[in-house]
């Protein structure tokens, strides 16, 4: 017998919780997390679902949930049945790793909880196109902290080349 691959049942969405993140402790001095707190809530308020908790990470890098802590608690909470969705401003600030993300989201989908990004339609939805979307935003995900990755290292070895600090001058 082959299994037919099926789409995730989620539950209806009453409870949300929203997922911030953003890479560096500089970034977290600033106003991104206010924002996408911002956002995630303002978007919550107006589908009507109540915020159950908001987790965050600062100056966490997307590429890897180890040393995410918040993301480790929303995790744990979605399996203890805390709320019914996660809500994300993009998907990368949920994971820059498709591994992660697929990993993940399989998880969240056991427990009928699913990821809904504010800036990429189509995340979460219940539909093949919904399921594409899903996977096209990791993969792009991931294509851009690798990509950020090769110019940050070509950068470096340019300055070195030149005799320059590859940092902060002391």
């Known amino acids: 017998d082959r299994q037919v691959k ?3 049942e989620y539950r209806e969405i009453r409870r949300v919780a929203p997922y911030l993140r953003v890479s560096t402790a500089e970034q977290a001095k600033g106003h991104s997390l206010d924002s996408q707190r911002n956002e995630l809530v303002a978007w919550a308020r107006s589908q009507g679902w109540k915020v159950a908790k908001i987790y965050e990470d600062a100056g966490a890098s ?3 949930v180890e040393g ?3 993301f480790q608690q929303m ?3 979605a399996q203890a049945g805390s709320f019914d969705a996660v809500l994300v401003l993009k998907v990368d600030r949920f ?3 498709i591994r992660d993300s697929t990993l993940y989201r399989e998880l969240l989908n ?4 699913q990821i809904k990004s504010r ?3 189509g995340v979460g939805e219940r539909t093949p196109a919904g399921f594409l979307m899903g996977g096209m935003s990791d993969l792009w995900s991931e294509f851009y902290s690798v990509q950020l990755s090769d110019n940050v290292a070509r950068g470096m070895a340019t300055r070195a080349r030149k005799g320059l600090p590859l940092g902060d001058v002391p």
């Open 62 to 64: 997307g590429t890897s």
């Open 68 to 70: 995410r802590p918040g």
């Open 110 to 113: 056991d427990h009928g909880v």
């Open 75 to 77: 995790i744990a909470d």
């Open 6 to 8: 099926r789409l995730p």
């Open 119 to 121: 800036t990429e339609p």
């Open 95 to 97: 994971a820059r790793s």
